[in-house]
């Protein structure tokens, strides 16, 4: 196919692909429709509906371009086209995967988050993944439920998979040409157990920790080639405007929503270290930008195997990431942990969320129970559980002053984490006000020793552009 076939206007075409629940084949869709439209030459770009992390990482291992994400809650209406629009532009196609299935979001009964509310907003058509295993007629009512369930939300068709057999196959063809004439069935996909995605706690292993991520992005796009018509599908999309769909209620937003760099003192642009390697690599790609965008330089480094830090930091930014499977080679890499530590005790700022947040406690112990000793920072111990300690949207307003700006700052982020605390928190201070989906969340959120700042919620910078720029200012100004 030529690239003209898909660009005859300054806008790319797009789609958002989205599941009837998690679980259904929405990623693997996603996945390997990105790599068949990479494979023909086309730019693709991908995005994440939501705040996950894992899933962005392979789009880019398919597509050969950083993915982002894309979340009307915790970004707003706004934040997020300027997103979406700004890294859209110059693609041949836009591919957004979907999260969980499609209408769930935010709340039980509120659009916001959801897989949905984003394809109005962005002005997607929307190409419904549905798990038919063991279903014939069944399969076009659950269709039939999803596409009127919401009548002004638009499709671009249906793919069915999981089908047992050819035979089967066949059928649901016929179900869905009798049932549901008026619908565009694209593809009835066959079952391929082989092609499933190893996962583990957290989600789907990383892009960089499956060593056979990059062979079954292959398999994935053949999977897609054999049974959809690829070409015809992305011929059938109108282009799409980059100002995006309709827009909606924006939670309270500080701050420029560009991020533009702050007048910062003369010396140079402060050096932010980067945690980033197998054991933190959970990052928004968005926050990155905004912390450039606000005149840092970002410097790169391993926790795992650099002997030191980089020379010449201003700050540091953990992210989180799996230090629970990577404890034993933290603990052995004394010479980072000392430079950690002291890096911390000088004053200058550090920002820590979720597994660097466990990273700058005393000790973390495994999923085996075995503990191992961390920087100390903070005189907390972090013990792994067997299921989730905590899971969802969090709003936060900090209650002091810190390296995010003045009391009062608010930011939307996201908390899921296996591990918990160990007893008390002692005498250091809680500095966010955190409130979950149904309020206020008890105990203390955010904790705050000299210039180190560490929480479990991983924050989005564009629900709060100035915080970015805060943090820019205090890297300056603790040179």
């Known amino acids: ?17 989205a599941g009837t629940r998690s679980g259904c084949g929405k990623t693997s869709v996603a996945l390997g429709l990105m790599r068949a439209l990479a ?42 086209r300027e997103v979406f629009a700004r890294h859209a532009a110059g693609a041949d196609v836009a591919v957004v995967e979907g999260v969980m299935g499609l209408f769930d979001g935010y709340a039980a009964t509120d659009a916001a988050g959801s897989s949905a509310s984003l394809a109005r907003l962005l002005g997607l058509p929307v190409l419904l993944v549905a798990d038919a295993a063991s279903m014939a007629r ?64 957290l989600g789907l292993v990383t892009a960089g920790d499956d060593a056979g991520a990059t062979a079954r992005l292959e398999s994935l796009a053949d999977w897609i080639e054999s049974s959809l018509d690829v070409d015809a599908l992305m011929r059938s999309l109108p282009p799409i405007p980059l100002s995006g769909g309709p827009g909606g209620d924006d939670p309270p937003r500080q701050g420029s929503p560009e991020g533009a760099a702050p007048p910062l003192a003369a010396g140079g642009s402060p050096r932010l270290g980067v ?54 080679a933290l603990a052995a890499n004394a010479g980072m942990l000392a430079g950690v530590r002291a890096f911390c005790a000088s004053g200058r700022p550090v920002l820590a969320e979720c597994g660097g947040f466990m990273y700058l406690m005393a000790s973390l112990a495994d999923l085996s129970g075995n503990e191992h000793a961390m920087t100390g920072v903070f005189p907390f111990r972090a013990a792994m559980s067997e299921r989730f300690s905590a899971l969802g949207y969090r709003q936060v307003t900090t209650l002091t002053d810190t390296l995010l700006g003045p009391a009062g700052t ?61 943090f820019a200012r205090a890297c300056m100004e603790g040179r």
Not at 1 to 13: D, K, V
Request: with cysteine.
């Open 138 to 201: 069944s399969a076009a009512a659950m269709v039939g439920g999803y596409l009127s369930f919401e009548p002004d939300l638009r499709f671009c068709g249906v793919v069915l998979n999981n089908a047992g057999s050819e035979s089967h196959a066949a059928l649901l063809r016929e179900v869905m040409a009798g049932c549901l004439p008026g619908t565009r069935l694209w593809g009835v996909l066959p079952r391929r157990s082989e092609l499933a995605m190893p996962s583990r706690h």
């Open 410 to 470: 608010r930011l939307r982020g996201h908390e899921f984490h296996y591990s918990r605390i160990l007893g008390e928190t002692g005498d250091v201070p809680g500095v966010y006000a955190a409130a979950g989906r149904k309020g206020e969340l008890p105990g203390r959120h955010g904790f705050l020793r000299g210039g180190t700042l560490g929480s479990y919620v991983h924050l989005h910078f564009a629900s709060c552009p100035q915080a970015a720029e805060a």
């Open 39 to 80: 494979r023909r030459g086309l730019r693709v770009q991908a995005f994440k509906a939501g705040p996950d992390f894992i899933d962005p990482g392979h789009h880019a291992l398919a597509t050969g371009e950083p993915s982002h994400n894309l979340d009307d809650w915790m970004c707003g209406a706004a934040g997020t």
């Open 275 to 328: 945690a980033r390697d197998a054991a933190f690599c959970f990052y928004y790609a968005e926050n990155l930008r905004l912390f450039e965008a606000a005149g840092m330089e970002l410097v790169p480094f391993s926790p795992l195997t650099d002997g030191a830090l980089p020379e010449g930091l201003d700050g540091l930014y953990f992210g989180g990431g799996y230090p629970e499977l990577h404890a034993a």
């Open 1 to 17: 196919m030529q690239r003209a076939l898909l660009s005859p206007s300054s806008h790319p075409r797009g789609l958002l692909v």
